[in-house]
């Protein structure tokens, strides 16, 4: 049986690819990462390359593009030029990064699941898929129900997926793999990153370096179709590309990623 394929959210090495966004992706592909996710303003024009040279580039490291993140707002001012870009780079894939505070109640989870209806069929006659990537405050009560249970529960399965963070799940108090599986089929990314510590002292590390329980993560997630794993830190305990590689070769080590 074949693996899911492990990506590296290139939010992960942010402080590298600002400096340096060719060299930083090349590093990424000598790893053995079979692809990359992108981040905010890179999923338009990453390193200010062009949607023809980062397709050159991503074609030279023979990485494949597994997703997208933009804001909410960016969608709405920048849908056509997304669609363009994302096609030339062989993206199907693009994703909602979180939702502005101002939306974050009962009326505008209500109100953003009607505007991601209304963008994934955009993105679904352009042969895309929009989903939705969430952090901690979607698991908040509002008016007694959770704020990710409005949203997924009002967005069209048909026409916007999910993409599980597991650990911000985890520090919500939501076990991932009860999430997946309870919007099964809805998944076909999964965000793997580590935890440690206790209360407001939790942190991210490396994947396999935390405390996390991954088998149950791993059996949900491929159980419904998972299509990709994503490897995202949102703050290293080491060296970004360091980090990046610990969490590979701990996949290794799993039997969760290709051996080098």
């Known amino acids: 049986m074949s693996k899911i394929p492990i990506a590296l959210q290139l939010y992960t090495v942010r402080d590298q690819a600002l400096k340096d966004f060719e060299g930083t992706v090349r590093q990424v592909a000598e790893m053995g990462y079979a692809g990359v996710e992108f981040a905010g303003n890179y999923g ?107 949203l997924y529960g009002e967005t069209d399965p048909a026409l916007v997926m999910l993409e599980c963070d597991v650990y911000w799940a985890q520090y919500a108090g939501a076990d991932p793999a009860d999430l997946i599986r309870a919007y099964s089929g809805r998944f076909p990314l999964v965000h793997l990153k580590d935890m440690i510590g206790e209360g407001e002292e939790r942190t991210d590390v490396e994947v396999g370096e935390g405390e996390l329980d991954f088998a149950p993560i791993f059996a949900a997630s491929e159980a419904q179709g998972v299509r990709w794993y994503i490897v995202e830190l949102d703050h290293c305990p080491r060296p970004s590309l360091e980090s990046a590689r610990i969490s590979l070769e701990n996949l290794r080590k799993w039997g969760k990623a290709e051996p080098r």
Do not use: C, W
Not at 50 to 65: K, Q
Not at 70 to 75: P, V, W
Not at 86 to 103: A, T
Not at 130 to 147: A, C, I, Q
């Open 44 to 150: 338009l024009n990453p390193g200010d390359l062009s949607a023809e040279s980062l397709a050159e580039l991503l074609m030279e490291t023979d990485l494949r593009v597994a997703g997208s993140h933009l804001g909410f707002r960016a969608f709405e001012r920048e849908l056509g030029r997304l669609v363009a870009y994302n096609l030339h780079i062989d993206n199907r894939f693009v994703g909602v990064s979180s939702l502005p505070s101002e939306m974050r109640n009962a009326d505008g989870y209500r109100r953003a699941a009607a505007r991601m209806n209304q963008m994934g069929a955009e993105l679904k006659d352009a042969g895309m898929v929009l989903y939705y990537h969430n952090h901690v405050f979607e698991f908040e009560s509002v008016d007694g129900v959770r704020g990710a249970d409005i």
